[in-house]
């Protein structure tokens, strides 16, 4: 199985920066793009950035500016650098991988590919 672990959550003041790291375990063959999302309770997940296999980027527009993030596919990694935060930022922060597995079956090889999540980070930005 595919394992996800996030770190570099903690309390920050508002203004302040905080980077955040997820790495992968596991059997893959391939990443095809991986994410941050973040939660609040009792609001859905909402996306942050992500990043292809490519280094193509994109960013939420409420985090546009002030987020940065990058990948290491050949690491099976993926950052976030946060700055200017705001007590808006505080959520558990969840890193997403999309993983192409790779399995041997009577007729050949199969890939297959399936979306992978790790167990969160809080983030809190205080007043």
């Known amino acids: 199985q595919v394992n996800l672990v996030e770190s570099g959550g903690g309390l920050v003041p508002a203004g302040g920066s905080l980077s955040l790291s997820c790495a992968a375990s596991?059997?893959?063959?391939?990443?095809?793009?991986m994410a941050w999302y973040r939660q609040t309770p009792g609001q859905s997940r909402e996306y942050v950035a992500g990043?292809?296999?490519?280094?193509?980027?994109d960013y939420g527009d409420s985090v546009k500016g002030r987020f940065t993030i990058s990948g290491d596919i050949n690491r099976a990694s993926v950052y976030l650098q946060m700055s200017s935060l705001t007590p808006e930022d505080t959520a558990v922060y969840y890193c997403?991988?999309?993983?192409?597995?790779?399995?041997?079956?009577?007729?050949?090889?199969?890939?297959?590919?399936?979306?992978?999540w790790g167990q969160g980070t809080q983030v809190t930005v205080s007043s």
């Open positions: 596991g059997s893959m063959f391939k990443i095809n793009n």
């Open positions: 997403k991988m999309n993983v192409v597995i790779r399995r041997s079956t009577p007729t050949g090889l199969m890939d297959s590919s399936n979306d992978y």
């Open positions: 990043t292809t296999s490519r280094g193509y980027t």
